[in-house]
């Protein structure tokens, strides 16, 4: 039996290892990721940090991190499968450690619980060493506007 074609993970798979540039995010095509791996309930996308991403001392901003996180999330979240849009109620992000410029990063998110109007994900930020920047959980809710309305 034929599996459903999912056309925005199948999009995303030929993104693998690309930069994304060309997203509908204008925030996240900024950030310029590269994607790592994607499938309907994880994703994990690596950055770099620039000096343009900092706060004054240097580091990371908080609000930097915080659209990463978000920003896959969301990727992660188009290709879950809802045919509606979903968007953010909540984001909720604790910084663990600093990140300078230069360094390679990676967001990883994972969908958690996925219901019929409500979707929870959980990442993270982690250096090459492993070691954590960052942890979020966010719920996204189902709106009213069907994906294919918005040309997806």
Known sequence: MDQPTNPG???FKTQIGKKLD???SAAGNWLSGTLLEIDLHHIKVSYIVR???CNPGKILHG???SLMLDDVIGMGNFVAGSEYLMTSINLNVDFLSAAQIGEKLE???????S???LNHWEAVIRKESGKFVAKASSNL???HVKLKELGF
């Open 51 to 53: 000096p343009e991403m």
């Open 63 to 65: 609000g930097i991190a």
């Open 141 to 143: 809710i189902k709106t």
């Open 9 to 11: 993970l199948e999009f």
């Open 107 to 113: 967001v990883t998110a994972k969908l958690i619980r």
């Open 115 to 117: 219901g019929s109007n």
């Open 22 to 24: 060309k997203t509908p």
